[in-house]
């Protein structure tokens, strides 16, 4: 099964739990301000996450996520870090589906920066969909 890992993350709380998705799935986690952020081969499963900024996703993953593509992904799974607010995944949901790939109900959140256990958690959480 093909896997991608591509997140926006400003402190570095959406990058740990990105990784910890990555390294289950073995591949590396690609902030989607990276030039190799696209999707050069379709994936079985294309893991996305991000985190809320006062109301909203960073422009950066918002404008990312116009350009994805359907054939990019067989399906896609959100993940988020925020301080209280789970209304990122919603947002990235969105932008997935607006992009025409079907997204898994469930999605991975940590509050803030994700503990070593919650690291594991993720790891685990992304091997459901591997
Ligand atoms: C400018 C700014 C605005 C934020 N606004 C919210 C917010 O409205 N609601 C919330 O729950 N968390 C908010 N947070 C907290 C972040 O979503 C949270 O710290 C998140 O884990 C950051 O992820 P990152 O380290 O991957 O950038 C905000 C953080 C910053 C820096």
Request: proline content about 3%; charged content about 30%; hydrophobic content about 40%.
């Given at each position: 099964?093909?896997?991608?890992?591509?997140?926006?993350?400003?402190?570095?709380?959406?990058?740990?739990?990105?990784?910890?998705?990555?390294?289950?799935?073995?591949?590396?986690?690609?902030?989607?301000?990276?030039?190799?952020?696209?999707?050069?081969?379709?994936?079985?499963?294309?893991?996305?996450?991000?985190?809320?900024?006062?109301?909203?996703?960073?422009?950066?993953?918002?404008?990312?996520?116009?350009?994805?593509?359907?054939?990019?992904?067989?399906?896609?799974v959100v993940?988020?870090?925020?301080?209280?607010?789970?209304?990122?995944i919603?947002?990235?949901?969105?932008?997935?589906?607006?992009?025409?790939?079907?997204v898994v109900d469930d999605a991975f959140?940590?509050?803030?920066?994700?503990?070593?256990?919650?690291?594991?958690?993720?790891?685990?959480f992304?091997?459901k969909y591997?």
């Amino acid at each position: 099964m093909s896997a991608a890992v591509r997140y926006y993350s400003k402190s570095g709380n959406t990058k740990a739990v990105a990784d910890a998705i990555a390294e289950a799935a073995g591949v590396t986690a690609v902030s989607v301000d990276g030039q190799d952020a696209g999707i050069p081969e379709p994936v079985d499963v294309l893991f996305v996450g991000g985190a809320v900024y006062a109301y909203g996703i960073d422009r950066r993953l918002k404008e990312y996520l116009k350009t994805l593509r359907k054939g990019d992904a067989k399906r896609a799974v959100v993940f988020s870090t925020s301080w209280v607010s789970k209304h990122a995944i919603s947002l990235i949901k969105k932008g997935l589906e607006d992009a025409g790939i079907p997204v898994v109900d469930d999605a991975f959140y940590v509050r803030n920066r994700p503990s070593d256990e919650q690291r594991k958690e993720a790891g685990a959480f992304a091997k459901k969909y591997l």
